[in-house]
């Protein structure tokens, strides 16, 4: 059964760069059938959708989130990486990666199926 | 942006009876596909959100059949046929039909 393990630093500081990674265990990086996604938890804004990435190295990003987020994948390493630049108070949050199933609208899963158990990330100084 | 309400931020429950869970989208979802391009989670204390329904209607691999999605358009309702105590969490929708994704706000659901 797939798994997928986000991990990072636990703290970031204001301004700089959170930097997350994505390890899945199995080879579903691999298949078109599947994309790729970040979304995030706060109790003050609910589940956010940060960005997708698809097999073909294909990425669609929030506008709320476009000039500041990116996403990448390594089909070797089996790792999705994620950066947010620039980053404030309100970046503060649980973050999950999440497994999709590809279908017919651009940019998006027709469902993500599989989610990280999701890292604590706190912007402090 | 497509936006989703559920109406009801929580909801008790008696084990044992049944439940309905509504969320509306500001926006149709219905593709031209056929199918709605809305999916249920639900997110028990402490874990991530697990996937419930997609499209529409369509339960997951393993989701126990108490559970049930219908609706069409704007309208979707997320029913369990008898609520069991491994039910309560937060239960949320969300829609794939155009980027941005967007979830509500959730529903959460204990016990009475």
């Known amino acids: 059964q797939l798994q997928l393990h986000e991990s990072g630093p636990g703290v970031v500081k204001p301004s700089e760069t959170l930097s997350l990674m994505c390890s899945v265990s199995?080879?579903?990086?691999?298949?078109?059938?599947?994309?790729w996604g970040w979304i995030r938890q706060t109790p003050g804004k609910g589940l956010e959708w940060i960005g997708n990435?698809?097999?073909?190295?294909?990425?669609y990003y929030n506008p709320s989130l476009h000039s500041r987020v990116s996403i990448s994948m390594d089909t070797s390493t089996k790792q999705i990486s994620l950066r947010l630049t620039s980053v404030t108070a309100a970046d503060t949050a649980v973050y999950f990666c999440a497994r999709g199933k590809t279908g017919v609208v651009v940019g998006a899963p027709r469902w993500f199926d599989t989610w990280g158990q999701g890292t604590l990330v706190a912007v402090s100084s | 942006d497509i936006v989703m309400t559920q109406s009801a931020l929580s909801l008790s429950v008696t084990p044992g009876e049944p439940a309905a869970i509504s969320c509306r989208s500001s926006q149709s979802l219905l593709h031209t596909s056929g199918y709605n391009y809305l999916n249920w989670y639900l997110q028990k204390p402490g874990q991530s959100p697990l996937l419930l329904i997609y499209?529409?209607?369509n339960r997951a691999s393993g989701v126990p059949g108490r559970f049930s999605g219908s609706g069409s358009g704007t309208d979707f309702t997320l029913r369990i046929s008898r609520v069991e105590t491994e039910d309560v969490g937060v239960y949320f929708c969300?829609?794939?039909?155009?980027?941005?994704?967007?979830f509500g706000p959730g529903t959460k659901v204990d016990l009475k």
């Open positions: 969300m829609q794939t039909l155009q980027i941005p994704i967007t």
């Open positions: 990435i698809f097999e073909t190295g294909s990425t």
């Open positions: 499209l529409g209607s």
């Open positions: 199995d080879d579903s990086i691999t298949r078109s059938t599947y994309m």
